[in-house]
């Protein structure tokens, strides 16, 4: 596109802002600003009302995980089926390493933080030695995704080569990047982060299946006969990577989709809880629940929407690609975006500025016809490093590695 033919785009969309710096730009520069301008998909930008005004009208139900007890009772056979499904080489896992850690701040990505106290030691280190002792186990080595976004991608790899990839061999470990959704302030105004380039961000960790898809990764993991997908968060320091019992637990009892769940330990407490929506699986955000879903109680006394979702997902890959042909819903979710201002100053905001769009992978499991709540002893696997302090800090997520016998 020409400049006669952007400014008339743009002003369709009330988007001239755009060109503000145009006619100053290198040749390959303005090439670029355009090609960035034509990808832009301009209904996201709608959404920032629709989000806004969307009522949701679903029927909610509770429902019931697999609980600690149970698990407990049938581990030596959830072990069993878990561990020959590894070493037949059927699982693989997919670490969610895309996202840009605006709440913990931090200047890289987040897998990169040292959380030690007396050495290093860092997420990506920690999320190792958990794949690498499973992978002991079984005598196997477990394939392992990293998806990345173009903001990090580079550094994660450079820092993982430096550290020898903590001990995983490097034939097992594939790299992608994930996809991007430009930013805009609070009226809707795309961002740009640069005279000839958008602000551009990750478009969620939704994202993570039809990236890798445009990867062209599906001949790779058909390639390779995977079967089971575990997708986690990069921010769990607890994390259980392709955990066996999670594994042979969601097959034997014949569900399509797992997700690891932690009993709620206040009814406020502010996490997505899976139940049904609808008659299907789905994870309702703690600020969708009305008060009456929060305290609603069986006859026993416990909490009836009981359990909470810590990013960590089992997916068939069958029913992944019978899936990818459905949209999933975009969030517009409220950030610290660093924007170029109009007099031409790079901005680096202390408080959210806009709206980035994403898609989650929370949403994945309401397009599957069953999942399994699988429960877990929150203390053994759930360390979340979301905020520079407080709840979900390196110092929370400190104390609970120590409690399990870390020494930092
Ligand atoms: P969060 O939702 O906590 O997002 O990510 P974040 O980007 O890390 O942090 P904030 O919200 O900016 O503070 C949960 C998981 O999903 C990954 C993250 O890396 C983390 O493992 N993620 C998130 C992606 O891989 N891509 C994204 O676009 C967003």
């Known amino acids: 596109m020409d400049r006669v033919e ?6 369709k969309h009330n988007q001239e802002h755009l060109l503000s710096y145009y006619d100053k730009l290198p040749q390959k520069d303005k090439d ?14 709608n959404l920032i009302n629709k989000e806004k005004k969307q009522q949701k009208s679903s ?18 056979l959830y072990y069993d089926i878990g561990i020959k499904t590894i070493q037949e080489g059927k699982a693989a896992a997919v670490l969610l390493a895309g996202g840009q850690g605006t709440r913990l701040g931090c200047e890289g ?16 280190e920690l999320l190792f030695k958990n794949i690498l002792d499973v992978a002991r186990a079984a005598d196997t080595w477990i394939p392992l995704y990293i998806m990345t976004s173009n903001k990090n991608n580079d550094q994660t790899i450079a820092f993982l080569k430096l550290h020898d990839f903590f001990g995983y061999p490097k034939e097992f470990i594939t790299f992608y990047i994930q996809d991007e959704t430009p930013a805009v302030d609070y009226e809707g105004h795309l961002l740009l982060e640069a005279p000839g380039q958008l602000s551009l961000s990750p478009n969620g960790n939704g994202g993570w299946f039809s990236s890798m898809v445009k990867a062209n990764l599906l001949d790779d993991l058909h390639r390779r006969k995977i079967e089971w997908i575990n997708v986690f968060a990069v921010d769990n320091v607890l994390q259980k990577i392709a955990d066996p019992y999670f594994i042979g637990a969601t097959i034997s009892t014949n569900h399509v989709c797992g997700a690891k769940v932690v009993r709620k330990t206040d009814p406020n407490e502010r996490v997505g809880v899976l139940c049904l929506e609808n008659g299907r699986p789905s994870i309702v955000e703690y600020y969708e629940m009305t008060d009456e879903m929060i305290h609603a109680r069986k006859d026993n006394g416990e909490l009836s929407y ?10 068939r890959l069958d029913k992944l690609e019978d899936m990818i042909k459905y949209d999933l819903p975009i ?22 500025n806009g709206y980035k769009f994403e898609e989650l992978v929370l949403d994945m499991v309401h397009l599957f016809d069953n999942c399994l709540p699988f429960e877990v002893i929150r203390e053994n696997e759930f360390a979340p490093i979301k905020n520079a302090a407080g709840v979900d800090s390196i110092s929370t997520a400190r104390q609970l590695l120590i409690n399990q016998g870390y020494i930092l």
């Not at 009981?306 to 997916?315: C, E, R, S, T």
Request: charged share 25%.
């Open 6 to 11: 952007l400014a008339i785009l743009l002003k």
């Open 32 to 45: 670029s600003l355009a090609a960035q301008i034509e990808k832009v998909d301009w209904k996201l930008i």
């Open 59 to 76: 029927i909610y139900e509770p429902l019931d995980g697999m609980r600690i007890e149970q698990i407990e009772s049938n581990k030596k």
């Open 109 to 124: 990505p987040k897998g990169m933080v040292n959380i030690g106290l007396s050495k290093e030691i860092y997420i990506f």
């Open 306 to 315: 009981a359990f909470g979702v810590i990013l960590n997902y089992l997916f």
């Open 331 to 352: 969030h517009v979710a409220e950030k610290k975006i660093p924007y170029l201002s109009a007099d031409g100053n790079y901005i680096e905001p202390d408080e959210p």
